[in-house]
Structure formats: C-alpha cells, structure tokens
C-alpha cells in the first residue's frame, strides 16, 4: 500500500510564491516518475508538472517559467516551487505517484491565490 501525503497549500496575494511538498509512503522500492496536477472549481484536473528518475521535468504551459519541480529520492518526496503565483492558479492540488501498474493520488492540498 502506497499514500502520498501532500502539505503547503494555503492562500497567497497575487504575485506571491508558495512550496508544496508531498511525501510517498508505504512499500516503495523505487519511485520513477512523480508529479502534480490541479483542478479548479468547475473544470477537469489538468497536469501542472512532472518530475522523472534523473531530473528531466515537465510544465503545463501555463506555468512554466514560474513553477519549479524537484525530488528528494532519499525522502520519496516531490516539491513544487510555485513563484509570481496569479489567481488562475487558484486550485486543489494534487500528487501523482504511477507506481507498478496503479496511479496513486494525494488527499489534495488548496492553494488560493487573491487578487
């Protein structure tokens, strides 16, 4: 069995940065890829960033150049840096962990950017 658990969310001015964390837990031998998606009120969760074994990284359009992805193999826990954050980025977000086959997903955590 497999939780992630995420933690860092909260809300922020327009402009502002916040850290997201999010910590794997369980039989986990080695973690291949993780990552973080958000879902706004009324629309469908999309893919904010992703992180792989060895560094390389992914960005929603929509944030790249302001979110920054990192890993701590050692922890099993992924980061989200989100800086100069807007109130479109007003969201629940959550970790992704694929996992042997099955796709793990955190509690969510809810980030609140005001104007």
């Known amino acids: 069995q497999v939780q992630l658990v995420e933690s860092g969310g909260g809300l922020v001015q327009a402009g502002g940065s916040l850290r997201l964390s999010c910590a794997a837990s369980?039989?986990?031998?080695?973690?291949?890829?993780m990552g973080w998606y958000r879902q706004a009120p009324g629309k469908q969760r999309e893919l904010v960033a992703t992180?792989?074994?060895?560094?390389?990284?992914n960005f929603a359009d929509s944030v790249r150049g302001r979110f920054t992805i990192s890993r701590d193999d050692a922890k099993n826990t992924v980061y989200l840096q989100m800086n100069s954050l807007k109130p479109d980025d007003t969201a629940v977000y959550y970790c992704?962990?694929?996992?042997?086959?099955?796709?793990?997903w955190g509690q969510g955590t809810q980030v609140t950017v005001s104007s």
């Open positions: 992704n962990l694929p996992y042997h086959g099955l796709t793990y």
């Open positions: 369980g039989s986990i031998f080695s973690i291949a890829a």
């Open positions: 992180i792989i074994r060895g560094g390389r990284t």
